[in-house]
């Protein structure tokens, strides 16, 4: 374009040269028509620009749209498989899906645990606002509630640089009254958000005190590094829908807020020099029909040092509780002159300190040896670690350091479990079966399974991966609910049980351990179900009668290897396969497609959602006629609020559209105007509930 304008100028000039212009008039002319050239030159040269701009829009609008219409095409001859495959695998969602589903849906989730964490707090804040939430006052044990969150953090990220502590006050009772659930939500919850503004460094101070005129309230102080304002954001504990991200922002932190006023206490953020806190109460009840935790070792003399100075003495203070005796250093202190080992009866070292030297000088000693590694960050690798007697994965709890310290003194203190030799026990993994369908477990048909399981989630994963297999599931929210099960079910019919770890009233390992005092159950295989394997915890599992181990999440290949190890093949039993039910992909006002994208690939869950909303919205018909004719316009924007961010969830592309706009007239105070959209939303939330009780019947 450049060498075309000088041409012409160049030309130009040449004319007048050769017209050897010698009048004003005739230099006047000629400034115009030159004038002119320009003008036509920039006109031409910016529409061949708007025309390239143009075509690159057209272009790119082609491209979506042609990748748009793959995906859907794609989406169309795969939704069964997606909605089948309860759980997909990290590495298949990062590496398969990034580029269709993140680019075009949901770009900032990057992990199938995260899909599934935003998946399961979207159905607690649609249980949140349809007041289905239950508070539930049942007794559990401190230490399985902590294992549990740690489990639960464990499975929603990847390794990171994180230094997580439970600093519990040795007045707080290992045994507790309230709804462990909730508690363990809440607190997730917090972290998470945490985690998400890059802290590495996180606390939980728990205390009891009377505080806010509340009454005795136990007290969970979580405080971060993490450095921003939070006390004065209106919005922290808020849940607005992202456009951009096509997620709720501070969904979480909203969930924990509303759990915690529920169970009588609360969330209060506060900011610090060094970081941020979030202080989470709840109703404080000591279970006084459990008894307390049996020491069974006393007096052991112990050394502790590790890379952070906190962790040292909060495993001292564990340890003075449980009546040892106990000595501390810095990592420095540490290294640089090494202690006397013969003087201790047990070392407790973070894994990193484990130099040559130092290893050489345990070696020449009889010291006992526990060392400490990180469970969020267990790609490190410390070969040095391979002398210690036994290995804990911080964070560490109370009653995990106390079994740590019984075992590696014991074995004539524990009572270990006699199994019958007929009966497999799986010390390692089960390995992943390749090719696995949910179809495939249809060669299990008429297999009775007890799943013993107080998550209700968890509960809908484990339904959804055998919902294909005819089998017959009965479930049990606690240990104890299992044992009536059992003792009630005369015929001794059950052929495995899948157990749960950490519950309340009853945990897994308690119920494991009652169920095989009955010789009746000698043959019935036990698999534990567990956020939160380490070595520990798998040791107890085995030690209370356990048969092997399955880690949450539930993954359908794993699981299916479990019943080839455990169940005899039932081919023989199996009936005509039952006609698939025809996947709809578009109803009126919902878009399933797109519903079931933004729920983890996951049509049970998508259903789930789906029956939630329509049990919290079903009347938000009347309920928007009516704000608007008593004039509570901040109400109806609340409504809208909601209604616009989980409309674009579930795939109601119309509604979304729909409270957009009415919120731009909310926002401009145009009230005048509202009154005419009553009818259009009305007629939009009965086309959604008609289309959901369609869809899910």
Known sequence: MKYFITLILWTLTLTANELNVETEQNLTIWIAIFSLAIVGVIG???????????????????????????????MSENIQNMAKNTVISTEKLSKENSSNISTNITKVIDSETKLLSMTTNLIEFLRIKSKKIEILNESFSLSNLLNDVTGTLKTSINDIELDLIYDIDSNIPEYLKGDTLNITTSIVNIILFCIENNASNITIKITKDNKFNKGNNLYFSIHSNVIMDIENDDNIFNSNYNE?????????????????ILMDGDIIAKNHQNGIEFLFFTSFTKDIEIKKIDTQLTSKNIYISSVNTEYSLVLKNMLLSLNHNVDTDSK????????DF????????????????????LKDSNVKLISCSNIFNSSKNYP??????LELNKPITKL????AINKIFEDSNVKTITKSKKLAVYKDTFKNTQNITLEKFVEFRGTKVLLVEDNLINQKVFIGILSKSAMNIVIASDGQEALSILNNNIDNNFDIIFMDINMPIMDGYTASKLIRENNIFDELPIVAL????????IDKMFASGMNGY???PMKKDSLFTVFTTFIKDRKEDRRGKKREKETIFTLDGLNIVDGILHSNGNELFYKEILLEFNDAYKDSGKVFKKLVDDFRYEQLRMLCVDMNGLSASIGAEDMHNLTTEILQKILYKKYDLLPNYINSFTQEINKITNSINKYTS
């Open 44 to 74: 031409l040269y910016f529409t061949s620009e708007q025309f390239r701009k143009f075509k690159e829009d057209s272009d790119r609008r082609d491209n979506i749209h042609k990748r748009q219409d793959e995906m859907l095409s794609s």
């Open 244 to 260: 951009t991200t096509n997620s709720y922002d501070s969904l979480g932190l909203f969930i924990a807020k509303e759990l915690a």
């Open 332 to 339: 420095n202190k540490f290294l640089l002159s090494l202690i």
């Open 342 to 361: 013969n003087k201790y009866d047990l070392i407790i070292l973070d894994e990193e300190l484990l130099t040559f030297k130092v290893t050489q000088s």
């Open 384 to 389: 040095n670690n391979i002398i210690s007697d």
């Open 400 to 403: 995990g350091l106390n079994c």
């Open 530 to 537: 567990s956020a939160l394997t380490s070595p520990t915890e």
């Open 550 to 552: 399955l880690a949450k």
